[in-house]
């Protein structure tokens, strides 16, 4: 059975960082493209970086581009998510996913999702 359990939420000043992190479990790391999306209440949860399964390509929303960096060590079965710069609309329930071969940044092409993560960016 697969998990995903995000860390590394909590609140930040504008202007600050924080570094998420997805630990996973119950499936062969190597074999998962990863993503990191958000959602803030009555939106959808929207697509934020994701990252092949070997880590050699990644993507980002125009929204967090130079600013967000997302990492994965498949020694540790982790994917990261750092993030600079931050913002008060970057506030959001980070939920990581994970998706067996294809890398995607179609949410609808996740079927494994971790319990989320809240980041909370004060002005």
């Known amino acids: 059975q697969v998990q995903l359990v995000e860390s590394g939420g909590g609140l930040v000043q504008a202007g600050g960082s924080l570094r998420l992190s997805c630990a996973a479990s119950?499936?062969?790391?190597?074999?998962?493209?990863m993503g990191w999306f958000r959602q803030t209440p009555g939106k959808e949860r929207e697509f934020v970086a994701g990252?092949?399964?070997?880590?050699?390509?990644?993507e980002y929303a125009d929204s967090v581009k130079g600013r967000f960096t997302i990492s994965r060590d498949n020694t540790k079965n982790t994917v990261y998510l750092q993030m600079n710069s931050l913002k008060p609309e970057d506030t959001a329930v980070y939920y990581c996913?994970?998706?067996?071969?294809?890398?995607?940044?179609?949410?609808?092409?996740?079927?494994?999702w971790g319990q989320g993560t809240q980041v909370t960016v004060s002005s």
């Open positions: 996913g994970a998706r067996r071969g294809i890398y995607t940044a179609v949410q609808s092409g996740y079927d494994n």
């Open positions: 119950g499936l062969t790391f190597s074999w998962y493209a």
């Open positions: 990252i092949t399964n070997g880590g050699g390509r990644s």
